[in-house]
């Protein structure tokens, strides 16, 4: 009986802490609806004040993989099928003078994608300067010393390229003698985006088959859409869909904050459609790159974060960082690979339906989302292990291991530690 009550116990705390942190996420993107946007979030800077150098230590290294930042959509068709269904139901007579104004809108904004899909917005390219110039203003010990040398590499992507040298731009601002090394090669790809195989989609597809519930039709709902865009609730086009056309009208309204400027189209959901959107987004994102074994499509790279480490962590003179640039494809999966924060909280695939309680994708994969391993050795040589913290998005964030002295950690452990990940089969 004492164990059964005791069962309970633990059951109803967890459930009290799950609708806790579900009606937090709920409440983040009721105060702020761009949240639901998901992949398309603009990079929120830190107010957050780091914590202060361990005494007798000091900063050397920094190991950073970042995401450029904001784009514009990457397919023609996120913007021309919404375009199309509004043409075609205007030319019946179906549209709303809200749809109108919409179909309006859109007409006058398209032909500034042209020619710039995919591309880095003035927004990100701002975000990736902010990133650089905090970079030098946090860590000055690393950045502005004297024989300071960088080597930053970059996807062969040109919003990836251009993110990487606005931040380096900053970095060199800071500390004219610090020497720079760019490069961008299709020959390191396989770990600065390592390809999507047959193997990992058959995996994928496996985990989405094993869902238990028909999370599309619960989560995206056209009926609001609808009634505000169109005057017959049971219009229907021919060439696109109710799902599509509700998916990709949230792209557009979720991606125009990667615009100065750009159009407010929130007030085309209801709050309530906002927040399924984001479920819907979320369970996808989490259960392609974060559930289960997917992290490990980013072994490569955790393999080389660990190899470039080594060369530099012996030094006693070095001072410096090693910069990465890449995509979201690669930054969320590495943060749960590396087990940051509650990066990877192990939600089985079968019970998705409540990942909204404890996971949110916005908080670890916005527009120029970053990781940031930094790296302190004692001004003493001797005098302890080498330290290690992490920061994601330039917050500080938990590892998998214990320490005594949060936010950092023991790197000869960590190493170990993900040294045994990578080595897993």
């Known amino acids: 009986m004492y164990r059964i009550f005791s069962l309970i116990l633990i059951l109803f705390s967890l459930g009290a802490k799950a609708q806790s942190e579900w009606t937090q996420a709920r409440q983040e993107i009721h105060d702020n609806p761009l949240l639901s946007a998901s992949c ?3 990079y929120i800077p830190p107010t957050e004040k780091l914590t202060p150098t361990p005494k007798g230590y000091e900063p050397f290294y920094l190991s950073h993989y970042g995401r450029h930042g904001s784009r514009w959509l990457i397919h023609d068709n996120q913007y021309t099928d919404v375009i199309d269904v509004l043409k075609r139901a205007k030319d019946q007579g179906k549209l709303t003078p809200r749809g109108e104004w919409l179909l309006q809108q859109l007409e006058g904004f398209y032909p500034s994608t042209v020619k710039r899909l995919g591309e880095l917005t003035t927004v990100g390219e701002r975000q990736h300067h902010d990133i650089g110039k905090r970079l030098t203003e946090r860590f000055p010990e690393i950045f502005k010393a004297k024989n300071a040398e960088v080597d930053a590499r970059s996807t062969v992507v040109i919003r990836c390229i251009l993110s990487m040298e606005a ?7 800071a500390n004219r003698r610090l020497r720079i090394h760019n490069d961008v090669s299709e020959s390191f790809q396989y770990y600065l985006n390592d390809p999507w195989t047959k193997e990992l989609q058959e995996q994928t597809d496996e985990r989405f088959a094993r869902v238990p519930f028909d999370y599309k039709k619960e989560f995206i709902r056209p009926e609001h859409l609808w009634s505000v865009l169109f005057t017959d ?17 949230f792209d557009i309204c979720g991606n125009m904050q990667s615009h100065d400027d750009g159009l407010d189209l929130y007030d085309l959901f209801s709050e309530e459609d906002c927040y399924n959107m984001w479920r ?3 369970l996808e994102w989490y259960l392609y790159y974060s559930a289960e074994q997917a992290p490990m499509c980013q072994k490569n790279l955790l393999q080389n974060i660990l190899a470039t480490a080594d060369t530099i962590t012996g030094s006693r003179t070095f001072h410096g960082a090693t910069m990465r640039f890449g995509h979201e494809v690669d930054v969320l999966p590495l943060a749960a690979l590396l087990e940051l924060g509650n990066s990877y ?10 990942l909204d309680c404890v996971w949110a994708n916005y908080r ?14 004692p001004k003493k040589a001797g005098k302890g292990d080498i330290l290690v913290k992490a920061l994601l998005n ?15 950690y023991s790197w000869p452990s960590l190493r170990a530690y993900y040294l045994s990940k990578v080595q897993e089969k």
């Open 280 to 282: 819907c987004w979320n």
């Open 40 to 42: 398309y979030v603009a």
């Open 167 to 173: 931040e380096c731009e900053e970095l060199c601002k």
């Open 345 to 354: 909280p192990k939600v089985p695939v079968e019970g998705v339906d409540t």
């Open 394 to 408: 330039e917050r500080e964030v938990s590892l998998p291991i214990p320490t005594d002295h949060y936010p950092y």
């Open 364 to 377: 670890i994969f916005p527009m120029g989302c970053n990781i940031q391993l930094v790296f302190y050795r």
């Open 233 to 249: 609730a049971a219009y229907n086009d021919s060439i696109v869909d109710r799902e599509q056309m509700v998916r990709k009208t």
